[in-house]
């Protein structure tokens, strides 16, 4: 049971994410929920109303026909032998394929404190894809890193997600510098890989800090958002957006640099451009009527998971009988 662990045992921290933590995350899995759940109000509606209709229908009964029924979905062959309108009842199908895809470029490698982005990318990747698994849907995952996309085709099977997970600390213990030696591939690769194996009717989650996520990925998420329900996961450090006042070293890893307290020119560059970066990525976001949700990555992940997908409800009000 989740609630015999501390939230402190299933967070990752440091510059590199392991398995057995991320295995871990499945104790967590009930408490979320990935797709709220709607009140049905027709006799075609699922567990999980969705806008893509036709697709995934599953034939239930027939019955006497009633004011309001579809015309579409009447029962000639009924009909004709009973000499009463009768019409077809369906029902959508209760799951969906859930894929995740996970940005483990080389700005990825980065943190201040807590956890570097990519190991709070691959925190909240494998506690979204358990969560996936334990309400019987399907898990795939794209990761992608530098020069190549490791592609786990949607399964529903504890074996997706493992595969998913050591797919991860491999592509994640690769990184060495938050800059990439011979350049990187941009974001929009990502997503146009994902429309090929994203089927429709999947619900895709990008976790990514969103760096090039601008007016070059459009057309890619605007063909994905088509046929797909999609929503954006930025993972982002502070001092990525605003330097601190005080002196600082920086370094990429194989140079370092000294930047005193006098630059503050530079520093109100740097807020305004990191500022600019963000904003075109909510943008764009909203544009597309995507969800955008922000995760820090030196603060713990868990309690943000639970708050955004957490399945618990309200407890009732003193005096009050529950319905």
């Known amino acids: 049971m989740v609630e015999a662990l501390n939230h402190s045992e299933l967070e990752l921290k440091g510059a590199y994410p392991e398995v057995t933590p991320l295995v871990r995350l499945r104790h967590i899995a009930r408490q979320l929920r990935l797709f709220k759940p709607r009140v049905n109000r027709s006799d075609q509606a699922g567990n999980l109303l969705t806008r893509y209709r036709g697709r995934g229908m599953n034939f239930e009964e027939v019955r006497y026909y009633q004011p309001g029924d579809d015309v579409r979905s009447i029962d000639w062959r009924v009909t004709a032998r009973t000499g009463k309108t009768h019409t077809k009842l369906f029902q959508e199908e209760r799951e969906r394929p859930v894929v995740?895809?996970?940005d483990l470029r080389s700005p990825m490698f980065f943190g201040s404190q807590n956890a570097f982005k990519s190991v709070a990318a691959?925190?909240?990747?494998?506690?979204l894809s358990w969560a996936g698994l334990q309400h019987g849907d399907r898990i795939g995952a794209l990761i992608f890193d530098d020069n190549d996309v490791n592609t786990v085709r949607p399964r529903r099977?504890?074996?997706?997600?493992?595969?998913?997970?050591?797919g991860m600390v491999e592509s994640a213990g690769a990184l060495d510098s938050p800059i990439p030696s011979n350049g990187s591939q941009s974001l929009s690769t990502l997503l146009e890989e994902a429309r090929r194996v994203a089927r429709?009717?999947?619900?895709?989650f990008l976790i990514s800090d969103c760096h090039d996520l601008d007016q070059s990925c459009e057309q890619a998420l605007y063909s994905l958002t088509r046929h797909a329900d999609l929503q954006v996961l930025r993972v982002t450090d502070p001092l990525e957006q605003q330097l601190p006042d005080q002196a600082v070293t920086i370094s990429d890893g194989r140079q370092r640099t000294f930047l005193g307290k006098g630059n503050q020119g530079m520093r109100q560059v740097f807020a305004r451009h990191?500022?600019?970066v963000r904003e075109n990525a909510a943008q764009l976001c909203r544009r597309l009527r995507l969800p955008l949700l922000d995760f820090d990555n030196t603060q713990p992940v868990v309690p943000r998971l639970l708050a955004t997908y957490g399945d618990r409800q309200p407890a009732p009000a003193p005096g009050r009988r529950q319905a």
């Open 100 to 102: 995740i895809l996970l």
């Open 122 to 127: 691959c925190s909240i990747a494998s506690a």
């Open 157 to 166: 099977s504890h074996h997706a997600v493992l595969a998913a997970i050591h």
């Open 200 to 204: 429709p009717g999947s619900a895709v």
């Open 274 to 276: 990191q500022q600019q």
